[in-house]
């Protein structure tokens, strides 16, 4: 089993729906957790971090179940801009090792 | 002020043959990584270094993987010899120790196509 796994996708959406990735991890112990970005052939870039409360930035919302070991990012009012691959990354702690998952596409489309 | 620089940005070779690809993080990050993506596996950590030291390399494939960083603007992923399962695209990144943990800086990548 993957330490990180994500729904590949694609997910195609029209432009202003609300979509939303779930992303599990299997290591209990892990501490933190992210999610970034990766526009086709370029570098991942952080989105957002994950705090056990939630947390939003503007259309973008995460969410994290520890008891449940999963993690969320919802996006609203989806823009075509927003067409990219969508990376979960956990820490466990200790380092600065990042785990990362394989990632989740999105075409938004007109 | 400038990013992660990555060389070459595209790389062709024949198996056998000797790869160097080279990074330089931002200036006064103190950590730096690499990494390999592929379709199949996606973003695998290399090795990391803090100061120059190399700290965690458990993600380097095998022997035929090395990496140096000899001074804090300068790191080097060698591949010695090249076999075509090794074609990815190698990132490496740079982050500050007072930083928080998740924002690692990118650069743009190195494309590595083995014959």
């Known amino acids: 089993r993957k330490e990180v796994e994500q729904d590949p996708g694609p997910f195609n959406v029209p432009e202003g729906a609300t979509v939303a990735f779930n992303c599990t991890y299997s290591n209990s112990a892990s501490q933190s957790f992210f999610w970034y970005r990766q526009d086709c052939r370029k570098e991942p870039k952080l989105l957002m971090s994950v705090y056990s409360s939630g947390n939003e930035d503007g259309r973008f919302t995460a969410q994290l179940n520890r008891a449940s070991q999963y993690i969320s990012l919802l996006i609203r009012d989806s823009k075509l801009s927003d067409s990219a691959t969508y990376l979960c990354?956990?820490?466990?702690?200790?380092?600065?090792?990042?785990?990362w998952g394989l990632g989740t596409s999105l075409a938004v489309n007109p | 002020d400038a990013g992660v620089i990555q060389s070459p940005r595209h790389e062709v070779t024949e198996m056998g043959q000797e790869v160097t690809l080279r990074c330089k993080p931002i200036?006064?990050?103190?950590?730096l990584f690499w990494y390999r993506q592929t379709m199949m596996r996606g973003l695998e950590l290399l090795i990391y270094?803090?100061?120059?030291?190399?700290?965690?390399d458990s993600g380097m494939p095998e022997d035929r993987f090395s990496a140096k960083m000899p001074n804090a603007s300068f790191s080097t992923l060698k591949i010695q010899p090249s076999e075509p399962r090794d074609s990815a695209v190698y990132f490496c990144a740079s982050s500050l120790s007072r930083g928080l943990v998740e924002t690692q800086y990118f650069g743009p990548g190195t494309r590595l196509l083995v014959l």
């Open positions: 270094f803090n100061n120059n030291v190399p700290i965690d």
């Open positions: 200036s006064g990050h103190d950590y």
């Open positions: 990354v956990v820490n466990i702690g200790g380092n600065r090792k990042l785990i």
